[in-house]
């Protein structure tokens, strides 16, 4: 079966040029000229990626992303809020690709851009995504952190938590290894994997994410803890 990409973007050859190619890599290809137009396809199709411009009529790319990832944006609706994100845009400040990471993208590509290295970085993505976790392992329970790697689902303190599918991957991996420090080159490599094209600021901000998701006090984690000049590590607080 065709996976299906979604490319969102009101320049019509750029539509074009990106079809041609994902085409004759096999993908079937779905396209919109708006963010509206993005949603309400979203809504009534199976999309196994988009490539995302910012700059759009009607709703732009930050706020479809936000609708697709924040559980209160689409709470009514049927959106896949796991759907694997790419931007691809003109903005190429460094803030504007961190905000992109914060809203859930996956990639950020800035125009004007090489299309084969589109091609090459939808299909890293589409691999990354793909869940490689054993479904055998059993869950893990730090404190009042549950995590359970059959249903992807993370309870804290008795209530669930959303994650996009690289959050939890990430918490999975430094669950899997408590208390041991990892840099974030590391940490793009085990969980983003080799062929990621970003930095590791991608591993910042998904950090954040998570901290703002599972700590009791984001400003004070207990769970996710900063190694100051290493990394990272996942710590159990004291009950």
Known sequence: MKLSILIVDDEKTIREVIKRYLDIEGFNVLEAESGLQAINLLLHQKVDLVVLDIMLPELDGYGVARRLRDPNEN????????????????????????????????????????????????KAVIRRSNPNIDETEAPITLNTLSLDPRSRTVVQNGKNVSLTAKEFDLLWFLARHPRQVFSRTQLLDNVWGYDFFGDDSTVTVHVRRLREKIEPDATKPTYIQTVWGIGYKLDTPET
Not at 80 to 89: A, E, Q
Not at 94 to 114: A, I, M, T
């Open 75 to 122: 709470a009514d609706m049927t959106l896949n809020s796991d759907v694997p994100i790419i931007f691809l845009t003109a903005r190429k400040e460094e803030h504007d690709r961190l905000h992109g990471f914060e809203l859930g993208g996956d990639d950020y590509l800035v125009k004007p851009f090489s299309t084969r290295e589109l091609v090459a970085r939808v």
